[in-house]
């Protein structure tokens, strides 16, 4: 069974200071991953993906099949990078969410 | 405008009531899925739907039925058997190109 881990559930840091949102992940086969985001109000929306290996407002993220990891990075966080963080792994028709990281980034 | 639309945003229910909340879509997604937000318990998957006519158990799906008679629409009926219904609820659909999924605003249940 497939399953994302994702160890904080609470990351608090400041402007301008680097951010590491942790995410593993266990599948047994080849994993389709992605961080999706949701802002104050918003709706959950797609961050980015490991298989497009863009960046998007700064964020990157790279997947590690030897440590089975898919941490999402970015060297300096904004304001308004405050938001709820979800992982998730897709295979098949079923994608399974980690349980979400909170990042507060304060001023 | 379009995506993935649900509604009520907000539902009040008694306890003993079912309640359905709707999910339709102008995205052509064959795929659909019905989710579960609760804090600190991230997304749990409630039933999805492959097709029309045609939908699977996700892992919390007790005290929940689903309906998926046109591509376009996918209900989810929360019924008096489910025992903590008071939750946000978010519908999605499934890029099959991308594999990216494209929630709803989400609905609100309040159980009284």
């Known amino acids: 069974a497939q399953r994302v881990t994702q160890p904080e559930k609470l990351l608090s840091v400041f402007k301008g200071a680097p951010v590491e949102l942790k995410c593993n992940y266990s599948?047994?086969?080849?994993?389709?991953l992605f961080w999706y985001v949701q802002y104050s109000r918003q709706r959950l929306q797609l961050l980015l993906r490991?298989?497009s290996r863009e960046s998007i407002k700064g964020f990157t993220a790279d997947l590690n099949k030897g440590e089975t990891s898919f941490h999402l990075k970015k060297p300096f966080a904004q304001e308004e990078d405050s938001a709820m963080y979800y992982c998730a792994l897709r295979a098949g028709y079923i994608p399974t969410f980690g349980r979400g990281t909170s990042l507060i980034v304060h001023p | 405008d379009g995506g993935i639309t649900q509604s009520p945003k907000y539902l009040f229910r008694k306890e003993g009531q079912n309640v359905t909340l709707s999910c339709e879509q102008n995205l052509n997604h064959d795929a659909m899925y019905w989710y579960r937000q609760d804090p600190g318990q991230g997304l749990r998957l409630i039933y999805y739907?492959?097709?029309?006519?045609?939908?699977q158990k996700g892992d919390i799906a007790e005290g929940y039925s689903v309906s998926r008679e046109k591509k376009e629409s996918f209900p989810l009926t929360v019924t008096s058997a489910q025992k903590n219904p008071t939750a946000f609820y978010l519908c999605a659909g499934l890029s099959a190109n991308t594999g990216e999924l494209f929630f709803g605003e989400g609905s609100r249940l309040t159980v009284l």
């Open positions: 739907s492959q097709i029309v006519n045609d939908f």
């Open positions: 490991h298989i």
């Open positions: 599948y047994s086969g080849s994993p389709e």
